[in-house]
């Protein structure tokens, strides 16, 4: 495993992460503990130390698996990440409290759930503009910093494009970006990772694998049942991203080379990126996508030195 520093924070995170959104319920699957166990043992042993996860994947049903796991592990070799900002109801049914009060009881349940006393980085989850503006949600954030709740802030950011909230960063004392990036949507590489670089932002790249259609398993053509949350997609688009991870497939990926190894490694060599948060429903994808790490050299802008 390869290590790079988070942007301005003391971060020392593996460039391959663990996205759990999978243990929210939302990809059609229920994991049991032991399950979740696995795949996290699977992530350890291969030296990924980086979670994200958010209050919302299930009414705090990852945080509580994953804080379930970190009662009988070491905690500190973790890095923790998780959002705020939005309440489960049911699957793809959320309500939104970007509030100040509202947000202290998201984050008191978040500890709960992860049984932890800190969180490593709490992140803003895909809020509009408006409410990322309240500086006293931020004033209120920071005296949960200055109380050891939270160790650094951070912004998850709804739209690829979102250049407000991204160079707003310095200013409410957030000093990372997650934002969905990878081979199929490069629209971060315009306005948000240079603002990033400038202002030395973590990157946290979400959906790399553009939700597994750069896997490379699907043809044009492909149909998915309506237990996979890809059924939700439109038609048109789906034929449209399928036609065009053909297409790079055959002029782009190396002959011989596992496409998803490749769509990973492709997003890590950007110099703004700091870690990919790929989901994994198995053990075995944990093990295929750290695999991606032998594709990366060791002179990005953000390599660990110790």
């Not at 992530?43 to 299930?58: H, K, R, W």
């Amino acid at each position: 495993m390869k290590y790079r520093r988070l942007g301005k924070t003391d971060l020392k995170v593996s460039i391959v992460g663990v996205g759990t959104w999978q243990f929210g319920g939302e990809w059609g699957l229920t994991y049991t503990q032991a399950e979740a166990d696995a795949i996290l043992d699977q992530a350890a042993d291969l030296g990924i130390n980086l979670i994200d996860t958010a209050e919302c994947y299930g009414d705090h049903l990852s945080e509580s698996l994953i804080g379930n796991y970190l009662s009988r592990r070491n905690r500190e070799k973790w890095i923790v990440a998780t959002k705020f900002g939005h309440h489960f109801h049911d699957l793809f049914t959320r309500t939104d409290d970007f509030s100040a009060d509202g947000v202290i009881k998201q984050l008191d349940d978040s500890l709960k759930s992860l049984q932890t006393d800190y969180i490593d980085l709490y992140q803003f989850h895909s809020g509009p503009d408006d409410l990322f503006d309240n500086d006293l949600l931020w004033t209120t954030l920071d005296k949960q910093v200055q109380a050891g709740k939270i160790r650094h802030l951070g912004t998850s950011i709804g739209s690829n494009a979102n250049i407000h909230q991204t160079e707003g960063s310095t200013k409410v004392n957030s000093k990372a970006i997650q934002v969905v990036y990878n081979r199929l949507d490069r629209a971060p590489e315009e306005l948000v990772f240079p603002s990033c670089t400038s202002q030395d932002l973590g990157v946290l790249a979400r959906v790399p694998l553009a939700s597994g259609y750069l896997s490379g398993k699907y043809k044009p053509g492909a149909v998915f049942s309506n237990t996979d949350v890809r059924h939700r997609h439109d038609a048109d688009s789906v034929k449209l991203k399928l036609e065009e991870v053909q297409r790079i497939q055959q002029e782009e990926v190396p002959p011989g080379m596992d496409m998803a190894k490749w769509a990973l490694a492709w997003c890590l060599k950007h110099d703004a990126v700091t870690t990919v948060i790929p989901g994994c429903k198995t053990p075995e994808q944990v093990v295929a996508n750290a695999s991606a790490t032998e594709l990366i050299s060791d002179n990005h802008p953000q390599a660990w030195k110790s």
